[in-house]
Nanobody
Framework: QVQLVESGGGLVQAGGSLRLSCAASGSIFSINAMGWYRQAPGKQRELVAHITSGGSTNYRDSVKGRFTISMDNAKNTVYLQMNRLKPEDTAVYYC???????????????WGQGTQVTVSS
């Protein structure tokens, strides 16, 4: 009923940049918040950045000053601009969306398929 399609991952050298995109579609009444999480091999999934529909953001400390999250409410799309990438940023990045179904007005919480980000040294 709700689909999240991610794009923008890839291989980049340390110090480079990537921009991730995640578009939510389906029977959506509203999006309350969207976020980016990542999971490296052998580690738990962790929050990277989060943004509410009102524009409030938060970031994990290790990406502050390097990553920027933004959201286009009209398109139900969230972006993650990643600058000055480091090898420690290597992980699968997952998009998350929280909102309300159009027809039932039930809450939803969906995850994207994940996109690989690899930063070489």
């Amino acid at each position: 009923q709700v689909q999240l399609v991610e794009s923008g991952g890839g291989l980049v050298q340390a110090g480079g940049s990537l921009r991730l995109s995640c578009a939510a579609s389906g029977s959506i009444f509203s999006i309350n918040a969207m976020g980016w999480y990542r999971q490296a091999p052998g580690k738990q999934r962790e929050l990277v950045a989060h943004i509410t529909s009102g524009g409030s953001t938060n970031y994990r400390d290790s990406v502050k000053g390097r990553f920027t999250i933004s959201m286009d409410n009209a398109k139900n799309t969230v972006y993650l601009q990643m600058n000055r990438l480091k090898p420690e940023d290597t992980a699968v990045y997952y998009c998350n969306a929280q909102g309300i179904y159009y027809y039932t007005r039930d809450d939803f919480d969906f995850w994207g398929q994940g996109t690989q980000v690899t930063v070489s040294s």
